[in-house]
């Protein structure tokens, strides 16, 4: 079993359209989570931390169910710009190892 | 600007060749990583540091050396590569272990 699994993309989505990312990770005892955005050819960048209390924003929302060991990200009101591959990362229980999941590439049409 | 930098940002490389990259970060943390993009892959840990300790090493070959001269900087040399070695070489830092990498924009390595 991989590590930190994803949805298989891509996703095409209209603009407007709420879209929703999953991600599963094999490591209970896992201590941060975070979902990175990717642009083609381009370096990863951080998009938000996932906290258990759930965090947002803007049109961004993250949830993270421990039990399940699922991390999920909701785009609300999608743009053009949001076309992406978006990665969940997962950080070792050993400490200074983040593991990143396949990715989710995300298209985003007019 | 990004805080993380990477140089060169292209390489190409023959087999027999060495050559070396450089990561420097000027954020003041404590963690740095070396990760290797293959196209269509996700990415894959090489080496982790740690206060200028090598705490991982993701079973790399030995063709791919890192060095942590200080928590600022991070090389990694190359030599006698394969093509399957080619891809997209990203340095990231972080304050610490177990918190969000920053990633440098990366080294698109080609071997012929």
């Known amino acids: 079993r991989k590590e930190v699994e994803q949805d298989p993309g891509p996703f095409n989505v209209p603009e407007g359209a709420t879209v929703a990312f999953n991600c599963t990770y094999s490591n209970s005892a896992s201590q941060s989570f975070f979902w990175y955005r990717q642009d083609c050819r381009k370096e990863p960048k951080l998009l938000m931390s996932?906290?258990?209390s759930g965090n947002e924003d803007g049109r961004f929302t993250a949830q993270l169910n421990r039990a399940s060991q699922y991390i999920s990200l909701l785009i609300r009101d999608s743009k053009l710009s949001d076309s992406a591959t978006y990665l969940c990362?997962?950080?070792?229980?050993?400490?200074?190892?983040?593991?990143f999941g396949q990715g989710t590439e995300l298209s985003v049409k007019p | 600007e990004t805080g993380v930098t990477q140089t060169p940002r292209h390489l190409v490389m023959g087999m027999t060749n060495k050559k070396s990259l450089k990561c420097e970060q000027h954020?003041?943390?404590?963690?740095m990583y070396w990760y290797k993009q293959s196209a269509k892959k996700p990415l894959e840990l090489m080496f982790v540091?740690?206060?200028?300790?090598?705490?991982e090493n993701n079973s790399v070959p030995s063709r791919f050396s890192p060095e942590c001269p200080n928590s600022s900087h991070l090389f990694l040399h190359l030599h006698t590569l394969q093509p399957e070695d080619s891809a997209l070489y990203l340095c990231a830092s972080s304050p610490q272990g177990n918190t969000e990498a920053f990633f440098g924009q990366g080294t698109r390595l080609t071997v012929v």
């Open positions: 990362v997962v950080n070792s229980y050993q400490g200074g190892k983040l593991i």
């Open positions: 996932v906290y258990s």
């Open positions: 954020l003041g943390h404590n963690a």
């Open positions: 540091y740690n206060f200028k300790e090598q705490t």
